[in-house]
Nanobody, 121 residues
Framework: VQLQASGGGLVQAGGSLRLSCAAS????????MGWFRQAPGKEREFVAA????????YYKDAVKGRFTVSRDNAKNMVYLQMNSLKFEDTAVYYC???????????????WGQGTQVTVSN
């Protein structure tokens, strides 16, 4: 599976962005999907994940109530709607595909190239 993340950019604190991740080359609907991020000087961390059906979602505590993960299996797409963005959300965001919707990174077999999100104060 090849993954292509997009939708990042520069936004003021309090603003919104929607990240997209396009999948190709595999049976997208069979994969659980995750979003991770890596801020400068920090390790990559879990942000959100959802099951192949889209029925179960999981979030990092710091983004609960602000971020929403969703997918459209007919379009081979997964999304991360980010609202009320904060400076500390600044990072490169990665989408990933795997067999479990989990915060554990090594469970995910396929990774996109990342898209930069910068939140200004």
């Amino acid at each position: 599976v090849q993954l292509q993340a997009s939708g990042g950019g520069l936004v003021q604190a309090g603003g919104s962005l929607r990240l997209s991740c396009a999948a190709s080359g595999g049976t997208f609907s069979s994969y659980d999907m995750g979003w991770f991020r890596q801020a400068p000087g920090k390790e990559r961390e879990f942000v959100a994940a959802l099951r192949w059906s889209g029925g179960n979602t999981y979030y990092k505590d710091a983004v609960k109530g602000r971020f929403t993960v969703s997918r459209d299996n007919a379009k081979n797409m997964v999304y991360l709607q980010m609202n009320s963005l904060k400076f500390e959300d600044t990072a490169v965001y990665y989408c990933a595909a795997g067999t479990r919707a989990t915060p554990i990174q090594y469970v995910f077999d396929y990774w996109g190239q990342g898209t930069q999100v910068t939140v200004s104060n």
